[in-house]
């Protein structure tokens, strides 16, 4: 069994930040990669920042310069900070851990049950 808890998300206004935490937990041999994705109404899921075990990240045209992605190896926990929001950063946004949970086992990717980010006014 793999869990992933997020937290952080809220309501912000426009200018603002927030910092989004996923913490996996369970049974991990090791994980690859962490990232973050968002689904805003009547669109489709899009990744917002990844990164990689050897600390490669990848961003979205839309966040780069505003939003920054970190992982903490002992915890199992990436972090996403998110400044200067924009109206259009409204969406849920999801976790997403790439991980083995055995030595001799293909690598699963899980999701977390996402948490919901508003920019309003």
């Known amino acids: 069994q793999v869990q992933l808890v997020e937290s952080g998300g809220g309501l912000v206004q426009p200018g603002g930040s927030l910092r989004l935490s996923c913490a996996a937990s369970g049974t991990i041999f090791s994980i690859n990669g962490m990232g973050w994705y968002r689904q805003a109404p009547g669109k489709q899921r899009e990744l917002v920042a990844r990164?990689?075990?050897?600390?490669?990240?990848k961003y979205a045209d839309s966040v780069k310069g505003r939003f920054t992605i970190s992982r903490d190896y002992a915890k199992n926990t990436v972090y996403l900070q998110m400044n200067s929001l924009k109206l259009e950063d409204t969406a849920v946004y999801y976790c997403?851990?790439?991980?083995?949970?055995?030595?001799?086992?293909?690598?699963?990717?899980?999701w977390g049950q996402g948490t919901q980010v508003t920019v309003s006014s």
């Open positions: 990164i990689d075990t050897g600390a490669s990240t």
């Open positions: 997403n851990v790439d991980l083995r949970q055995y030595r001799m086992v293909a690598v699963g990717s899980y």
